[in-house]
């Protein structure tokens, strides 16, 4: 389900957002460059979905100014790593928005890192777009400069909840996650959705993100009568996790993830350690798509480029890479932060790299509204409904 802002808190907070810039220059563009910055997991847990998605964008973003730019303008991205660590994620937004002096936010990673990164950007009137993060707290409470590009976690968990209680005859849900705002996001929508069907939630772990030990919290788990699991961990931990449930012989259960876990890397983990996994996400794997020429001739061109086919983190960095330069193209070239913004609320367009609609509007700051069920399936994911 699409979370819709209330019309009339977003009002208010529309006519107050940009007074500080009302009469000024805008910050981050002179008449031949736009500053664009990323805070991001370049080399921690998520890194997996971090450096790809800012390489992709990157590339885009040269594909662009060797064609002239934006209104004549080059596109610059600067990315600074936080590797998934809170002071040095408030040490890098505080550089980019008031010593680089950035125009945008784009493709930040983690929830507590975009949350806590909100009030310094709302003083500034600088738009936050695509933050590789799917909380609810990416558009709510509603503010002019927020805007997701797909389904938030929540709804996917409640959606993933509904996929295997109806497929699966699933009835007793449990979860392990890690106890962050992201994690926390995905345990409430498992334990809501579990809850709504009349299903028992019945137990969770939490975990460090560095925590690779798990036979002791699925051995619970297990001993709990949980039959399906939901998981907020890194990349490397949904993986162990899935391989450690194999070696104590636990076949009997489901494990579905969010976007988050949605990933190539955990597909194609050798001898069939992850296959069967679930995820729920706001788009299709990118090897659904191959046959679309747009897809097919970016796959070229980055594995090209990188040395290796994208996966889910380039797949998000192009995405909203194209996005942002659609709205740079219909805010014109008299570019402010207002501006900039009307351009991003009338955009209305099919995602030529993940083939979902995408649309956003003064009332809605969510771009995709699809929830799609994925399975592991031969070292591919393989889709299975969609919400």
Not at 180 to 206: M, N, P, S
Not at 282 to 309: C, I, Q, S
Request: glycine share 10%.
């Amino acid at each position: 389900m699409k979370n819709l802002m209330k019309p009339l808190a977003f009002a208010l907070a529309m006519s107050a957002a940009f007074l500080p810039q009302a009469n000024a220059q805008t910050q981050g563009v002179t008449d031949t460059e736009i500053l664009i910055g990323s805070n991001n997991d370049l080399s921690g847990p998520f890194a997996a979905f971090g450096a790809p998605a800012t390489g992709a964008a990157k590339q885009y973003f040269d594909q662009v100014n060797a064609a002239g730019g934006v209104h004549g303008r080059q596109l610059k991205l600067i990315a600074e790593d936080h590797a998934y660590q809170m002071p040095k994620a408030m040490q890098n937004i505080n550089k980019l928005v008031n010593s680089d002096q950035v125009f945008v936010m784009l493709l930040s990673l983690g929830t507590p890192m975009n949350i806590a990164s909100f009030p310094l950007l709302e003083r500034k009137g600088i738009a936050n777009i695509g933050p590789l993060s799917a909380a609810r707290q990416m558009i709510e409470p509603p503010a002019p400069y927020k805007f997701a590009g797909f389904s938030s976690y929540y709804d996917q968990m409640k959606a993933g909840v509904n996929y295997l209680s109806e497929n699966n005859d699933r009835k007793v849900f449990c979860a392990m996650y890690l106890p962050t705002d992201f994690g926390k996001e995905i345990q409430e929508g498992t334990k809501d959705g579990a809850t709504e069907l009349g299903h028992e939630y019945k137990a969770e772990t939490t975990h460090k993100p560095d925590e690779q030990d798990f036979v002791g919290s699925l051995t619970k788990l297990k001993d709990e009568g949980c039959d399906a699991i939901a998981t907020a961990l890194t990349v490397r931990q949904t993986i162990t996790v899935l391989g450690t449930a194999k070696k104590i012989g636990w076949d009997d259960v489901d494990f579905i993830g969010s976007s988050a876990a949605f990933h190539t890397a955990i597909a194609k983990v050798p001898n069939g350690i992850t296959e069967g996994f679930y995820a729920a996400a706001g788009w299709p794997d990118l090897n659904t798509r191959m046959d679309d020429p747009h897809v097919k001739k970016w796959v070229e061109d980055y594995t090209a480029e990188f040395g290796e086919a994208p996966g889910t983190g380039a797949l998000l960095g192009r995405s909203a890479a194209e996005g942002l330069v659609m709205a740079l193209e219909a805010a014109g070239p008299d570019l402010t932060a207002e501006g900039f913004l009307k351009a991003m609320e009338s955009l209305n367009y099919v995602d030529k790299i993940t083939g979902v609609q995408t649309d956003y509007s003064p009332t809605d700051h969510q771009g995709g509204d699809a929830i799609i069920i994925s399975k592991i399936e031969g070292g591919d994911w393989q889709v299975k409904g969609e919400k």
